[in-house]
């Protein structure tokens, strides 16, 4: 017997809140920690997150068995790459009022992060390339295999080594500057 009208959307959302539910009991950390290496603020890196979350929901029936952690990092990913750039946006609109004069103060979050080793650090892989930052966060934060960090940010395996390498690369080159 198949399910039509109503009975097939609710036994559709059931499984789309019972798969969500427990992917969200294992991956709702690691997706929040991902989010944040990317953007540095815990209230955006959840909500990225959470919006993840919400997406794939949302997608459950177009998301193949299997793949819903792989549609969670790249959705993660793409989340805050476009924080990224709304943040650019800020910046670009601040600068602007800085050269017409107004003066800008650092706040206590900037002070106390530029006096650790992990701002330094935080701050040599923002310099990165946007594409060679996220390989290395991926790789080295989150353990991922290359083919995992290929399906996150939809790049060839090969791709993910030649930015793994010039990303290193890049950083060794600042840390011998040093």
């Known amino acids: 017997m198949t399910l039509v009208g109503p009975r097939r959307d609710a036994a559709a959302r059931a499984a789309a809140d019972d798969g969500v539910s427990s992917l969200y009991a ?3 950390r690691p997706m929040v920690r991902l989010a944040w290496l990317f953007v540095h603020d815990d209230l955006l890196a959840e909500e990225i997150a959470q919006d993840a979350f919400v997406a794939l929901h949302r997608k459950w029936h177009d998301v193949r068995e299997g793949r819903a952690a792989a549609y969670l990092r790249q959705s993660v990913v793409n ?16 600068d602007s009022n800085r050269a017409r004069g107004r003066l800008h103060v650092a706040s206590a979050e900037d002070s106390a992060m530029s006096a650790t080793g992990a701002a330094d650090l935080f701050a040599r892989l923002q310099r990165l390339p946007a594409r060679q930052r996220e390989v290395l966060v991926l790789r080295y934060y989150l353990d991922l295999s290359e083919a995992q960090i290929a399906e996150a940010l939809g790049i060839a395996p090969g791709s993910v ?9 890049a950083l060794r080159t600042q840390m011998e500057e040093r």
Do not use: D, F, I, T
Not at 79 to 94: F, I, P
Not at 161 to 169: E, P, Q, S, V
């Open 26 to 28: 294992v991956h709702w």
């Open 79 to 94: 989340g805050a790459r476009s924080a990224l750039r709304h943040h650019k946006v800020e910046q670009r609109y601040l």
């Open 161 to 169: 080594k030649a930015h793994a390498h010039r990303g290193l690369a």
